[in-house]
């Protein structure tokens, strides 16, 4: 019996051996293909001979060295190439080692924003239902997803939910995508008004919803019209790419196919690919200034901030990203979808097939027609995950809420580098 302590004690876990390609092998030898890359992680697959080399390089020089008292190249070179890259003003990154670090990131440095600009009235939120930002109680708080906050939610600040940007569920008949899309945006008005917009700091969201939905992109004009909604009440707008970020939707950053620019951005998963744990919170330079100008202290930190051979990876995979692999995803990306529309677009347990890029999802339902999903306690969710690794493919199935607002889905999310036969 193994002492690692497993977040399933009930399942019984493969044990992982080898990746190569956009394959991973467990210790019997068992070959699956690597079809969600982790949760939306391993975007250049296994084995990447530049990666590992830079890594080596890395360590064999200086693994790390403490924040507080040397900053270091990699960690430069990778702040560097991140802004040249980035949309809009965004200007200064901080490093850390994940997703959920990089939104906690974000959410004290809105705060500590407002508190250095003499704004300490602010200390509201406003993010949405069927949302993820990570497992950290900030960033839990900030989640809508009430099966992780449940147990929590006694010991979390109170975060305002308005409704998610979901078409497939939410569009009314005979409105118009673009019509549904104005009105729930219209909720963070509405929201804001509610809670008096001089105590908001900000608005939190991601640009295409991953774990909670599936893939699920918003439609043309929500972000506009959020966005206006922020500069019109002075509160930040806040987009965590940490999933559907670093190009897996077929640009580098999510948000610059909605047009829009961001204050604060988090990043994470595909910067590091999986070769080293590394996650990254992006802002603009005025609200940096803010706080150069001010108390000269970003209130924050972790002892592997900036940690210099996780930058080194970061530096390897943004180059391969840069270097055309985007691109392949976005091309690939547009092969997936009509693959899995051919083969389940009339599939009477499907009722939609969505996302972008390498960043597709599947969503379950009972009935096609009236778009009834499952009853969550037959757990189809776990059945699919079984049956798929069983048939030697790993992918990221999730179950859907008690009250139906989202039925089962699926999140495909394999390596920029699979081929065509895939
Ligand atoms: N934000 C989003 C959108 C995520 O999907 C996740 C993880 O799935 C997180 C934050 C948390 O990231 P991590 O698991 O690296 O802490």
């Not at 509201?124 to 939610?153: C, D, E, I, M, P």
């Not at 077929?250 to 610059?256: I, K, S």
Request: aromatic share 8%.
């Amino acid at each position: 019996m193994s002492h690692v302590f497993a977040r399933h004690s009930k399942t019984d876990l493969r044990r992982a051996s080898i990746g190569k390609g956009t394959y991973l092998y467990d210790a019997d030898g068992k070959e699956y293909f690597d079809g969600s890359g982790g949760a939306a992680v391993s975007c250049l697959g296994h084995g990447d001979p530049d990666v590992i080399a830079a890594i080596q390089a890395q360590v064999a020089q200086l693994a790390y060295a403490h924040t507080s008292f040397f900053t270091s190249e990699p960690a430069e070179e990778l702040a560097d190439r991140l802004v040249a890259e980035a949309p809009g003003a965004l200007d200064k990154v901080y490093f850390v080692s994940g997703g959920s670090e990089a939104v906690e990131a974000a959410l004290k440095l809105a705060r500590q924003y407002f508190v250095e600009i003499g704004q300490p009235e602010r200390r509201h939120f406003v993010a949405r239902r069927q949302s993820y930002h990570g497992n950290t109680l900030g960033a839990l708080a900030t989640g809508g997803n009430v099966w992780r906050k449940q147990a929590f939610a006694p010991i979390m600040v109170e975060t305002s939910l308005i409704s998610p940007c979901y078409a497939y569920r939410g569009q009314d008949e005979g409105e118009s995508a673009f019509d549904y899309g104005q009105r729930v945006a219209n909720e963070l008005e509405e929201e804001l008004q509610r809670l008096g917009p001089e105590t908001v700091i900000g608005f939190v969201a991601e640009p295409v919803v991953g774990a909670t939905l599936g893939a699920v992109p918003p439609v043309e004009g929500y972000f506009k019209r959020i966005r206006e909604i922020c500069d019109q009440y002075g509160i930040l707008l806040i987009l965590d790419e940490v999933m559907c970020g670093m190009g897996r939707t077929g640009t580098l950053f999510a948000h610059e196919q909605e047009g829009i620019t961001a204050d604060i951005v988090t990043i994470a998963k595909g910067l590091g690919a999986g070769y080293q744990p590394i996650g990254a919170m992006m802002c603009t330079d005025s609200i940096h200034q803010a706080i150069a100008e001010g108390s000269g202290f970003f209130q924050h930190g972790h002892t592997y901030i900036g940690h210099p051979t996780a930058c080194a990876a970061g530096n390897a995979v943004l180059k391969k990203l840069t270097g055309g692999l985007v691109q392949r995803c976005a091309v690939m990306g547009e092969k997936l979808q009509s693959a899995l529309q051919s083969e389940f677009g009339q599939h009477p347990h499907i009722g939609d097939v969505r996302g972008r890029g390498l960043f597709r999802g599947l969503e379950i339902v009972e009935d096609r027609a009236t778009k009834k999903p499952f009853d969550p306690a037959k757990g189809i969710n776990k059945t699919i995950k079984q049956t798929a690794m069983s048939n030697g493919l790993a992918c990221y199935p999730m179950g859907g809420t008690v009250d139906g607002r989202q039925g089962d889905h699926v999140l495909l999310a394999p390596p920029f580098i699979l081929e065509d036969h895939h």
